[in-house]
T-cell receptor, first 111, second 117 residues
Framework: RKEVEQDPGPFNVPEGATVAFNCTYS??????FFWYRQDCRKEPKLLMSVYSSGNEDGRFTAQLNRASQYISLLIRDSKLSDSATYLCVVLDSGGYQKVTFGTGTKLQVIP | DAGVIQSPRHEVTEMGQEVTLRCKPISGHDYLFWYRQTMMRGLELLIY????????DSGMPEDRFSAKMPNASFSTLKIQPSEPRDSAVYFCASSLARDTATNEKLFFGSGTQLSVL
């Protein structure tokens, strides 16, 4: 089983739609979780951290379910500019950090 | 701050040649990571350093790959000899760990697109 798994998509959604991605992780001791966004031919950039209580940043909501070992990203009112690949990131700690990326979920928002 | 700087931006070489990729992390960051990204495998961690010391190189595919960090402001990833299957985008990233339990943000360089013919 991969350490971090994501549905590769692509998710093709119309503008204004709500879309959700899930990501599962295998290490129950993982401590920190993030969503990164990567545009085509660009480097990944941090979108948002994922907190245990869930957190929201504008149209984006991230949630963590430790019992089932998954995190989710919800995008409301999708914009064309949201088209990108969304990478789930899991951080293990214990003296030194190890950061593991999922393979990403591709989102295409259609006019 | 200029961010993480990688060079070259693109590298085209022939099989068997030595390839050296370079990275300058953000000043003050104490972690440096080398990643490889392909369509098939996504982003793979190759190696990471803490305070210039290699911590985990288990992701380095084989002995043809080596990485060094001679000082806090410079790291290299070397492939010798290169093979066509090494073709990928290689990213360097750095971060500042405020403590040993959290690492809030990875800053990536623009990557090196490597093509081995």
């Amino acid at each position: 089983r991969k350490e971090v798994e994501q549905d590769p998509g692509p998710f093709n959604v119309p503008e204004g739609a709500t879309v959700a991605f899930n990501c599962t992780y295998s290490n129950s001791a993982s401590q920190s979780f993030f969503w990164y966004r990567q545009d085509c031919r660009k480097e990944p950039k941090l979108l948002m951290s994922v907190y245990s209580s869930g957190n929201e940043d504008g149209r984006f909501t991230a949630q963590l379910n430790r019992a089932s070992q998954y995190i989710s990203l919800l995008i409301r009112d999708s914009k064309l500019s949201d088209s990108a690949t969304y990478l789930c990131v899991v951080l293990d700690s214990g003296g030194y950090q190890k950061v593991t990326f999922g393979t990403g979920t591709k989102l295409q928002v259609i006019p | 701050d200029a961010g993480v700087i990688q060079s070259p931006r693109h590298e085209v070489t022939e099989m068997g040649q030595e390839v050296t990729l370079r990275c300058k992390p953000i000043s003050g960051h104490d972690y440096l990571f080398w990643y490889r990204q392909t369509m098939m495998r996504g982003l793979e961690l190759l190696i990471y350093f803490n305070n210039n010391v290699p911590i985990d190189d288990s992701g380095m595919p084989e002995d043809r790959f080596s990485a060094k960090m001679p000082n806090a402001s410079f790291s290299t990833l070397k492939i010798q000899p290169s093979e066509p299957r090494d073709s990928a985008v290689y990213f360097c990233a750095s971060s500042l760990a405020r403590d040993t339990a959290t690492n809030e943000k990875l800053f990536f360089g623009s990557g090196t697109q490597l093509s081995v013919l």
